[in-house]
T-cell receptor, first 112, second 113 residues
Framework: NAGVTQTPKFRVLKTGQSMTLLCAQD?????MYWYRQDPGMGLRLIHY???????AKGEVPDGYNVSRLKKQNFLLGLESAAPSQTSVYFC???????????FGPGTRLTVT | KNQVEQSPQSLIILEGKNCTLQ??????????LRWYKQDTGRGPVSLTI?????NTKSNGRYTATLDADTKQSSLHITASQLSDSASYIC????????????FGAGTTVTVRA
């Protein structure tokens, strides 16, 4: 997980509140991804970015927005949190040279 | 329907024993298949990556196999250790320009002394 950090590590929100999750990388890679992980399911792609200033929808984008204003940062926003968004969120970075996806440590979000 | 199916969902083994995890996929066109290890409360960490032309790859006590014809892969853990207790995730990449991945739900391995 070296080189990919996530802030915060834990957060509890009330329904309707908003928040932003930050993913930061020092690996200088173009491709960044936000996933959510729920019990009994594989990681699901929320949004991704193929470079600074670009974003695209993944498999489960509803209720989330993203921004990639700087190459090293990828932000995931929840405008109005819902209990269904209780999950563990992972950011990942793709290294084109190594063909590896490097994951951050995760953010555990609970929406009550 | 998930394009990557793993079995078993969980298993318990005694320290020192071997075990094999299975992965079947339908992702197409295929680019590569990876096995990740995820410790509790941590992000996934890559163990092996195999392309279409590779049918086996080892990383220490972990050996992955790939049969691209039948779209099956396995991960064999030899002489298990307590530190092998984790979730093992099979991940398949489709040949595309965005490098998106399809994840299995994982197999939870518990190694007991």
């Amino acid at each position: 997980n070296a080189g990919v950090t996530q802030t915060p590590k834990f957060r509890v929100l009330k329904t309707g509140q908003s928040m932003t999750l930050l993913c930061a990388q020092d690996m200088n890679h173009e491709y960044m991804y936000w996933y959510r992980q729920d019990p009994g399911m594989g990681l699901r792609l929320i949004h991704y970015s193929v470079g600074e200033g670009t974003t695209a929808k993944g498999e489960v984008p509803d209720g989330y927005n993203v921004s990639r204003l700087k190459k090293q940062n990828f932000l995931l926003g929840l405008e109005s949190a819902a209990p269904s968004q209780t999950s563990v969120y992972f950011c990942a970075v793709y290294g084109q040279g190594s063909h590896e996806q490097y994951f951050g440590p995760g953010t555990r979000l609970t929406v009550t | 329907k998930n394009q990557v199916e793993q079995s078993p969902q969980s298993l318990i083994i005694l320290e020192g024993k071997n075990c094999t995890l299975q992965c079947n996929y339908t992702v197409s066109p295929f680019s590569n298949l990876r096995w990740y290890k995820q410790d509790t409360g941590r992000g996934p960490v890559s163990l092996t990556i195999m392309t279409f032309s590779e049918n086996t790859k080892s990383n220490g006590r972990y050996t992955a196999t790939l049969d691209a014809d039948t779209k099956q892969s396995s991960l064999h853990i030899t002489a298990s250790q307590l530190s092998d207790s984790a979730s093992y995730i099979c991940v398949v990449s489709r040949l595309s320009n965005d490098y998106k991945l399809s994840f299995g739900a994982g197999t939870t391995v518990t190694v007991r002394a």
